[in-house]
């Protein structure tokens, strides 16, 4: 069993920040690639950061604005959001793939607005 915990989420004015943070524990073997993804009410989950073999793929609507970042002594990856817009609102899902599987996040909300 692989679990992972997220943490940060929260409401934020327009032009504001917010990390995220999750911890993967359990029989997680092998990490090859982690992430985040989110969803939008009415819309579908769509890739935000990936970080796989040292290289971060964003999103083109996050690049400049968002930051992923992971600790392999802690199983964590964290995503520093700045700059944030309401287009941004959405439940965040933390990602991890290794070498039996996908394994997923319970998701945070994010929400921005004035």
């Known amino acids: 069993q692989v679990q992972l915990v997220e943490s940060g989420g929260g409401l934020v004015q327009p032009g504001g920040s917010l990390r995220l943070s999750c911890a993967a524990s359990g029989s997680i073997f092998s990490i090859n690639a982690m992430g985040w993804y989110r969803q939008a009410p009415g819309k579908q989950r769509e890739l935000v950061a990936r970080?796989?073999?040292?290289?971060?793929n964003y999103a083109d609507s996050v690049k400049g604005r968002f930051s992923a970042s992971r600790d392999n002594a802690k199983n964590t990856v964290y995503l520093q959001m700045n700059s944030l817009k309401p287009e941004d609102t959405a439940v965040y899902y933390c990602?991890?793939?290794?070498?039996?599987?996908?394994?997923w996040g319970q998701g945070t909300q994010v929400t921005v607005s004035s």
């Open positions: 990602h991890v793939a290794d070498y039996y599987g996908n394994y």
């Open positions: 970080i796989t073999s040292g290289r971060v």
